[in-house]
């Protein structure tokens, strides 16, 4: 017989099931909360799981989901825990299906494909992404799905456009993992992008096929015409703006242009992202509804908001076409769509469900986007801006005369996005702008209110050849952005570097922020501890003393002013991201300069970097008990000697290094452990 619960069991019980009810009705928007944790577990683990974790994995899944559908909506936890397991599945298949060949080799040869991305390069350059890849001596089952070339030296041949194929004689290799351990892991954004191989050529490209009799490129074709025709119309910076916000082409954009918004705190004005989005939406379901509420005997019998959220819906997945159906965009047309059928539903558009049932269709269609900027960012912004505003309904403000709501509307928003995407902005870009607040102030509105609507208008006035009046429009308002962006930008101060967070503070940031939006009751401010846990965490958060770059030929020390960097030219991108991470604005010339004057950082370990001719040999004469030897070459098996040598292929197996030194402990984190096994995880050769 079953003894009876004891009378703590039962208050437990009861005051469990009193915070449960508490909760009621807002209980969906931790749905996505709990998947996307799922998410983030898979993708935190060092080993793939084998083939028994996974039929484990679809054994207890099955349970929990027997186990959910009998008790259902009384119990929420029960639900939490299938969610947490469907998003670690989710990641895991996903990572599966993507999965194409990665070059296992440095290449340089031929080189064919049709190009299906234009953008430019960290270096200003002009980089193709092509897709039907042949290249010289590799088998079809061996050669990437797309590769990523870089164009350098004279190019005066072709114009490239989507959908033409190439021909060209360039450097490939694997894509790189992270530049430190816990960094920016471009291996795993390359093999979710299937980008198998990365490089440039110095030679001019020759195209072998027109686009034009490239089959199923209908839509780049179009979005290409549009693009050169709103730079014909708009010429300069203006012009290459307002293509990329319309086209998502931001080929023309300068890298001067891209880092003035950046500076201000506009550069999401660029990317088509939830901002365009909804904007433009929002004036075609405007646009539509007025319109036809001038028309009595409609008004009176047709449902005009529905009518106009159709066709708000129809444009949205116009612009996703057109725009080139990036990553950004699917994200954004996804949170547009499930607010339109809202409408069309008669249900309430801007409510926090909307968001969770935006986030749990792009979580479902790409897990990876947990990881990335974009979605944390639009998520925290919508999320927020909902929030509030939904809280200011019964404020004063909500009877107040229109230009004051409309005024007050423009700062509060931008504040609280501002406020809402700045610590994951700073985590994952390393800057904080100063004057974004007054930036955005100036600018957002003319975005809205001057170039979507023009942008909108031009389309169907290009039929009738009037889309040049439309235009002048749209240039004045793309005119002033980048004037705003220019001005601002040049305030001193306008900027400040923060260093890298460990990894537990975006977590915490994120359960902390959703915490404050989602849970109901005074225990809403536990949100506000988890957040300040966050910013001490990160306040304390501990550099590396030294960092060795994953070919072993660039070497970062850390100095009393700064990180001291072993050479001026070469691996940049590697010399850019520790310096971004150590919260540092110099330049990788500015950090190697600090290197004369502090050869060797005052730490308790014995460390010696070796390059060049003859490497190897020295770095074998320099290795003793206890010392770190570090070269770009590959150095033989070292019996009966205990130091701890980094070369060439000790490097390629782990990744980049990371050292840290705090008194007399040593402790040495690489980018990789010597078991860590993932689909997107492979040596340099």
Request: some cysteine.
């Given at each position: 017989m079953t003894p009876p619960p004891s009378r703590q069991a039962v208050a437990l019980r009861r005051w469990a099931a009193a915070v449960i009810d508490g909760q009621r009705g807002h209980l969906f928007g931790w749905?996505?909360?709990?998947?996307?944790?799922g998410i983030g577990i898979y993708f935190a683990l060092e080993d793939e799981p084998g083939l028994r974790a996974w039929v484990l994995l679809a054994i207890v899944l099955i349970c929990t989901g027997v186990?959910?559908?009998?008790?259902?909506?009384?119990?929420?936890?029960?639900?939490?825990?299938?969610?947490?397991?469907?998003?670690?599945?989710?990641a895991g298949a996903r990572t599966h299906w993507v999965a194409a060949p990665v070059l296992g080799f440095p290449y340089?040869?031929?080189?064919?494909?049709?190009?299906v991305v234009i953008d430019r390069s960290a270096s200003d350059k002009i980089r193709l992404t092509l897709d039907r890849v042949t290249l010289d001596n590799v088998a079809p089952a061996e050669t990437p799905a797309r590769v990523r070339i870089s164009l350098h030296g004279t190019q005066g041949f072709?114009?490239?456009?989507?959908?033409?194929?190439?021909?060209?004689?360039?450097?490939?290799?694997?894509?790189?993992?992270?530049?430190?351990?816990?960094?920016?892991?471009?291996?795993?954004?390359?093999?979710?992008?299937?980008?198998?191989?990365?490089?440039?050529?110095r030679t001019p490209v020759l195209a072998l096929s027109d686009p034009q009799a490239t089959s199923g490129r209908v839509?780049?074709?179009?979005?290409?015409?549009?693009?050169?025709?709103?730079?014909?119309?708009?010429?300069?910076?203006?012009?290459?703006?307002?293509?990329?916000?319309?086209?998502?082409?931001?080929?023309?954009?300068?890298?001067?242009?891209?880092?003035?918004?950046?500076?201000?705190?506009?550069?999401?004005?660029?990317?088509?992202?939830?901002?365009?989005?909804?904007?433009?939406?929002?004036?075609v379901y405007a646009a539509i509804?007025?319109?036809?509420?001038?028309?009595?005997?409609?008004?009176?019998?047709?449902?005009?908001?529905?009518?106009?959220?159709?066709?708000?819906?129809?444009?949205?997945?116009?612009?996703?076409?057109?725009?080139?159906?990036?990553?950004?965009?699917?994200?954004?047309?996804?949170?547009?769509?499930?607010?339109?059928?809202?409408?069309?539903?008669?249900?309430?558009?801007?409510?926090?469900?909307?968001?969770?049932?935006?986030?749990?269709?792009?979580?479902?269609?790409?897990?990876?986007?947990?990881?990335?900027?974009?979605?944390?960012?639009?998520?925290?912004?919508?999320?927020?801006?909902?929030?509030?505003?939904?809280?200011?309904?019964?404020?004063?403000?909500?009877?107040?005369?229109?230009?004051?709501?409309?005024?007050?509307?423009?700062?509060?928003?931008?504040?609280?996005?501002?406020?809402?995407?700045?610590?994951?902005?700073?985590?994952?870009?390393?800057?904080?702008?100063?004057?974004?607040?007054?930036?955005?102030?100036?600018?957002v509105p003319v975005m809205g209110a001057v170039v979507m609507p023009a942008a909108v208008l031009a389309v169907p006035l290009s039929a009738l050849g009037l889309s040049d009046a439309a235009l002048w429009v749209m240039a004045q308002g793309t005119r002033w952005i980048l004037a705003v962006a220019a001005h601002v930008a040049s305030w001193n101060g306008a900027l400040s570097h923060v260093p890298a967070p460990g990894p537990f503070v975006l977590p915490l940031l994120a359960l902390g922020g959703v915490w404050i939006i989602l849970w109901q009751g005074r225990a809403r401010m536990a949100g506000a501890?988890?957040?300040?846990?966050?910013?001490?965490?990160?306040?304390?958060?501990?550099?590396p003393t030294l960092l060795i770059s994953d070919t072993g030929g660039l070497v970062g020390w850390m100095t009393e002013e700064g990180r001291a960097l072993s050479k001026a030219r070469g691996e940049g991108f590697a010399a850019e991201n520790w310096l971004a991470h150590d919260g540092d604005g110099a330049s990788q010339d500015q950090a190697f300069a600090r290197s004369e004057s502090h050869a060797t950082p005052d730490t308790a370990i014995f460390w010696q970097h070796e390059t060049g001719r003859g490497a190897g040999e020295r770095a074998v004469a320099a290795c003793r008990d206890d010392a770190v030897i570090?070269?770009?070459?590959?150095?033989?098996?070292?019996?009966?000697?205990?130091?701890?040598?980094?070369?060439?292929?000790?490097?390629?197996?782990?990744?980049?290094?990371?050292?840290?030194?705090?008194?007399?402990?040593?402790?040495i984190v690489p980018s990789r452990s010597a078991t860590g096994t993932r689909p997107w995880q492979h040596p340099l050769q």
């Open positions: 749905l996505p909360v709990a998947f996307g944790a186990m959910t559908l009998r008790f259902g909506l009384r119990a929420p936890l029960l639900i939490a825990v299938f969610a947490g397991l469907a998003g670690f599945a989710t340089y040869g031929p080189i064919s494909g049709r190009i072709i114009d490239p456009r989507p959908g033409l194929v190439i021909a060209l004689t360039g450097h490939l290799s694997p894509p790189r993992g992270a530049t430190e351990p816990g960094g920016f892991d471009f291996q795993r954004h390359a093999w979710f992008d299937r980008l198998g191989a990365v490089g440039y050529t839509v780049d074709r179009i979005r290409t015409h549009l693009s050169r025709s709103v730079q014909a119309a708009i010429p300069g910076q203006p012009g290459a703006f307002a293509a990329a916000v319309t086209t998502g082409d931001r080929s023309p954009m300068s890298l001067a242009t891209i880092e003035d918004l950046r500076r201000a705190n506009m550069a999401h004005l660029l990317a088509i992202s939830g901002l365009h989005m909804g904007m433009l939406t929002g004036f509804r007025y319109a036809l509420a001038l028309w009595p005997w409609v008004a009176l019998r047709w449902p005009t908001h529905k009518i106009g959220a159709g066709a708000a819906l129809l444009a949205g997945a116009a612009y996703l076409a057109l725009s080139g159906g990036n990553v950004a965009t699917e994200r954004a047309f996804i949170m547009v769509s499930a607010f339109l059928i809202a409408v069309l539903l008669d249900q309430r558009a801007l409510t926090l469900r909307s968001v969770a049932f935006a986030a749990m269709v792009v979580l479902i269609h790409r897990p990876e986007e947990l990881m990335g900027p974009g979605f944390q960012m639009s998520f925290a912004a919508t999320a927020a801006l909902i929030a509030v505003f939904d809280r200011l309904r019964a404020s004063p403000l909500s009877t107040s005369r229109v230009w004051v709501r409309w005024v007050a509307g423009v700062v509060i928003s931008s504040a609280v996005a501002g406020l809402a995407t700045a610590p994951f902005a700073a985590a994952h870009f390393n800057r904080v702008p100063h004057y974004g607040l007054i930036a955005n102030t100036l600018s501890v988890l957040v300040v846990a966050a910013g001490v965490v990160w306040a304390n958060a501990q550099r570090i070269t770009s070459a590959s150095v033989d098996a070292i019996a009966d000697v205990q130091c701890q040598m980094f070369d060439k292929s000790s490097l390629a197996r782990s990744g980049a290094v990371a050292i840290y030194v705090r008194g007399d402990e040593t402790r």
